[in-house]
Every structure is written in C-alpha cells, then in structure tokens.
C-alpha cells in the first residue's frame, strides 16, 4: 500500500477529530492540543483495523503517533515488515 492509498484514510479518521483543514501534515497533534490521550487509543485500534496489522507495546512510541507524516511513516514502515 502506498502513500496515496493511506493518507485518505488517516486524513479521514483524523478529521473526524479535528479539523483537517487546520493542520499540516507534519503538525504534532499531541502538543498542539488538538487530541488527547483518548485519541491516542482510538488511533491505535483503528491503525490495526484499516491496515491489517497488530501495533506492538514496542511501537506504541510518541515519535509514530505524533503527527499524519509520523503515522504515514510507522504504518509504511509496519507493512514493509510483513510485506
């Protein structure tokens, strides 16, 4: 799967939270204030959900979840694993 196939998605998930339109793609979501801890979860679940694979405790890391090119970049990086 590439860029252009997940970026829909995590810009539709996301802007169910906030408003797409204000953000940038490199925008860390979590220091902005925008989501919260809650989001976080609701992130992760949704990530294995839509792309078929389980997030570990080893990459529930601030720097994969942090912003749409951080999350664009774990899931990439996941998928290439099991690929």
Avoid: C, H, W
């Avoid at 196939?5 to 802007?15: A, S, T, Y």
């Avoid at 959900?49 to 664009?72: H, P, R, T």
Wanted: charged share 25%.
């Amino acid at each position: 799967m590439n860029k252009e196939n997940i970026i829909p998605k995590l810009n539709n998930f996301v802007g169910q939270y906030v408003n797409i339109n204000e953000i940038t793609s490199d925008l860390d979501l979590f220091a902005s204030g925008r989501v919260n801890s809650l989001f976080a979860m609701q992130l992760v679940l949704f990530v294995e959900k839509e792309f078929g694979f389980k997030v570990e405790n080893e990459d529930l890391d601030y720097e994969n979840f942090k912003s749409i090119d951080a999350i664009l970049g774990f899931i990439q990086r996941k998928l290439a694993k099991i690929g």
